[in-house]
Nanobody, 125 residues
């Protein structure tokens, strides 16, 4: 079993900052990529930011220069630092990990996606 536990969401005023954390635990041999998605009411889930096992990061255009994704490979944890928050950033944020649970998956390059339960971020005055 693999669990992803998110924390750090909340209510913040426009222009403010929040830092999300997501720790993966359980049967994990190797984590390939970790990422953050978000889903606003009535909209589809969208990719916000992703970071590879080598540390390469990518971002949605809407959050570039405002959000920073980082990763602690020893703690199996990914972070999302969100600055200059806007009302349109309001959404439930989900953590995703693409990983190989056991060694046999790793050597055959088999990976599986796991999701956190989501954390609410509300940007409002």
């Amino acid at each position: 079993q693999v669990q992803l536990v998110e924390s750090g969401g909340g209510l913040v005023q426009p222009g403010g900052s929040l830092r999300l954390s997501c720790q993966a635990s359980g049967s994990i041999f190797s984590i390939k990529d970790m990422s953050w998605y978000r889903q606003a009411p009535g909209k589809q889930r969208e990719l916000v930011a992703a970071v590879t096992s080598g540390g390469s990061a990518s971002y949605a255009d809407s959050v570039k220069a405002r959000f920073t994704i980082s990763r602690d490979i020893y703690k199996n944890t990914v972070y999302l630092q969100m600055n200059s928050l806007k009302p349109e950033d309001t959404a439930v944020y989900y953590c995703n990990a693409r990983l190989s649970p056991v060694y046999s998956d790793y050597i055959y390059d088999r990976t599986y996606d796991y999701w956190g339960q989501g954390t609410q971020v509300t940007v409002s005055s």
